[in-house]
C-alpha cells in the first residue's frame, strides 16, 4: 500500500511540473529519495537523492528534488546549481524555473534571476507566481515603480494573490517614502483577513508609518503644566549647624513649559531642526526663587544609511526674581550609530560658556567660565522599540574666572524605560557626578570633591493620543568634603504634557 501511494504521489509530482516518466527512467535510488521528500523527511532525502544524482547527474528529475530539498532546508546556495540543472539538461523541468528564481531572489543574484524571469514570461509558465517573483526582484533592486507594476499585473491574474500582492505593494510605497499610499492599501491588506499573519505584519508596518509621519511633521507643539514640592529649595546644608538661621526651605511651586519646533529635511541627507524651549517656575512662598528660562536652539542633521551626525547649536538665557541671572551659548556635535536593529551606540562632545549676570560675593566665587566636555552611551531597545536601557558616561572640565569653582567631572548615568502596558510607562534613572575641584577654597582651604547621586522615577500615563498625566520623584544628594556645600533635596511632581 506504501508502494502504491509513493507511486500515485510521484505520478501526481511529475504531471505537476510539467514532467513524463517516459522521458527519464527513474531509478529505485530516485524513486526512494522522491518518496522521502513528498513526506517531508527532508534530511534523509537529501542523503538519497545526492545518491541518485551522484549515479546520473544529467538527470533533471534528480537535480530538480535535490535542489528542492536543498531549498526546503533553506540551504539557498547549494539549490541554485541543481535546480540551473534542471532546467539546463534536458528533458527540462519548467516547473525548476520557479524555484531557481526564488532561490536567486534569496540569495541577491538579482540579475540572474531577471534573466530567467524573461524565460519563464516567454514559455508562459505560471504568469501570476513569476509576475510576483519579479515583482520580490525589482523591489529589493530598489525599483519600487516597476516592481508595483509587476504585483498589479500578478494579482490581476490571479485575484487569490491579491492580499500577498498588496502587502508588498505597501512595502514599495514605504521603501519610496509615500507614506499615505502605503497606508492606504496596507489597511486594505488588514480589512481582507484581519486574523492572518500579513495583516499583522501589515499592522506593524501601518503603527510605524503613523509614528515616521508624526516624527516629519514639520511644526511640533509641546505644553506642560505640574505642581511640584521641594523639601531643599535652596539647598540648605545638612549640618543644621551651618545653618542654624535659616527655617524656610521647602516649598511648592507651580510649572509650565513650552515647546516650538521645526523640522525641515532638505532631501536623503541633510536636514535641520529649529526650538524654542520656555520654563516658567512660580513659588507659592518663597517668590526669591521664582524662574523664568528662554532656549533657542537650531540643529543641522547630517543622515547617513545607519547612523545620523548633528550639531545642535543652543542659546540659554535665565531670569531670577525678575533679574537677569545666567546667558549660556553652547554647540555640540553627537553622532548616533544603529549597530542592529536593538541597539545604539552615541558619542558627543561639548562647549558651553557660562555667564552669571549676577555680581559674585568675592573674586574667588565668580562662576564665569569655559566648560568642555564629551561622553559615550550605549542604548538597547526592546518591547518592539517601545522600551530602552541606556548607558552614559561624560567627562567634562570647568575653567571659571573664580578660583573656588573650577573641576573636573566624571558621570555616569544609568536609564530604564519600561513599558508597563500600553499607554502606560515606568522610567527610573539613577546618576552619579563626581567633581573634583583644582584649586584649594579660598575660605576653607582643602581642595574640594563633591560626589552628587541623583535618583528619578517616572510614572507616565497616556491618556489621549500624545497627551499623558505624568507623576514624578527625584532625590539628590550631594556630599562634600566641605559641609556647607552638602545637601539632600526630595522634589515631588504631578503633571500634565500635551504634544500636537
Known sequence: MKILLIGLLLCLSLISIGYSAEQEKVSPILEKGIGQYRHENYDEALITLKKAWEEDPKSTLAAYYL????KQLQNYKEAIPHLRDAVTFSPKIKGALIELIDCLYQTGQLEEAKRWILEAQEEG???AQVSFLKGLVLLKDGKEDEAIAAFRSAKELDKSMTQACDYQIGICYLKAKKFIDAKKILKEV???DPSSTMANFASEYMNAIEKRMEAEKPFRFTFGSAWQYDDNVILKPSDTSLATNITDQADSREVYTATGEYNKRFNENLGVKGQYLFYYAKQNDLGFYDMVSNTFAIQPNVYFENSLLTFPTLYNY?????????STPSTSGVYNFMVDNSNMAQAYIKYQFRDYL?????PDENRDGNEFSGG??????YAKNKGFVNLRYGLNKEWTDGANWEYIGNRVNATLLWPVIDKLNFTVSGDIFMQDFINSHSIYHVYRKDRVYAVSSLISYKFYKDSEIQLQY???KDSSNIKVYDYARNVYSA???IKF
Open 125 to 127: 509558465i505560471r504568469p
Open 376 to 381: 559615550l552611551a550605549w542604548y538597547l531597545f
Open 495 to 497: 503633571g500634565i504634557e
Open 318 to 326: 535665565t531670569i531670577v526674581n525678575d533679574k537677569a541671572y545666567l
Open 67 to 70: 535542489g528542492l530539498t536543498f
Open 474 to 476: 527625584t532625590f539628590v
Open 358 to 362: 549676577w555680581a559674585p560675593s568675592t
Open 190 to 192: 488588514v480589512i481582507v
